[in-house]
């Protein structure tokens, strides 16, 4: 199960199991939606970080990072 939103309260989604199924392991990855200006578009990139860099990045925050491999390594 998938979620998403635009609050800071992460979730688990409800699972609907049959009753010959059982849940398996849980995960949680956390993501900054990027909108970077390329020449007349702009283009959406999406990178993966840690819990708390999420908890601290506001909705509409403009960031400065060094990327490196299409993934974030630094945050200046």
């Keep these: 199960v998938t979620t998403q939103g635009n609050d800071r309260q992460p ?3 409800d699972l609907n199991l049959r ?3 059982r849940e ?3 995960s949680e990855h956390y ?8 020449d007349e578009n ?3 990139q999406r990178y993966e970080v840690d819990k708390i860099r999420w908890q601290e990045t506001n909705i ?5 990072v060094k990327i490196s491999l ?3 390594v ?3």
Excluded at 31 to 37: F, T, V
Excluded at 60 to 64: D, H, I, M, T
Aim: aromatic share 16%.
């Design 11 to 13: 979730y688990w989604g």
């Design 19 to 21: 009753s010959n199924e």
């Design 24 to 26: 398996g392991g849980r």
């Design 31 to 38: 993501y900054i939606i990027a909108y970077i200006a390329d």
């Design 42 to 44: 702009m283009v959406e």
């Design 60 to 64: 509409g925050n403009e960031l400065r």
């Design 70 to 72: 299409g993934q974030i």
């Design 74 to 76: 630094e945050f200046e």
